[in-house]
Nanobody, 129 residues
Framework: QVQLVESGGGSVQPGGSLRLSCTAS????????MGWFRQTPGKEREGVAA????????SYADSVKGRFTITRISAENTLYLQMNNLQPEDTAKYYC??????????????????????WGQGTQVTVPS
């Protein structure tokens, strides 16, 4: 496992933007997948976005497609989530995740099942209505 630390959360008005960052305690090889989840008290955890580090293939939840972008800067060993046009329904605690790539298992499945070995402590994003 690897320790992950998120930052960049905060409060923003509807229509605004935030960029979340996730730094790792050690270098994460390209054989891994990384992603972002979010959860609000009383609601199910939702897989937001994921990226295969070797190919940079990405997958997004329908609720964020076209508004959120996941990227990873290898030289910085940092994962980002650019969030644009934020809405009140995006309010949640956002968690960074990482796990080894598994042949034959899609990013969508990994996001749906929460199939990641390492999880950060989360950063809060609030978009008031």
């Amino acid at each position: 496992q690897v320790q992950l630390v998120e930052s960049g959360g905060g409060s923003v008005q509807p229509g605004g933007s935030l960029r979340l960052s996730c730094t790792a305690s050690r270098y994460i090889p390209n054989s891994y997948i990384m992603g972002w989840f979010r959860q609000t008290p009383g609601k199910e955890r939702e897989g937001v976005a994921a990226i295969i580090l070797s190919s940079e293939i990405t997958s997004y939840a329908d609720s964020v497609k076209g508004r959120f972008t996941i990227t990873r800067i290898s030289a910085e060993n940092t994962l980002y989530l650019q969030m644009n046009n934020l809405q009140p329904e995006d309010t949640a605690k956002y968690y960074c995740v990482a796990g080894a790539y598994k042949t034959g298992k899609s990013l969508y499945a990994r996001l749906t099942e929460g199939d990641f070995d390492s999880w950060g402590q989360g950063t809060q994003v609030t978009v008031p209505s």
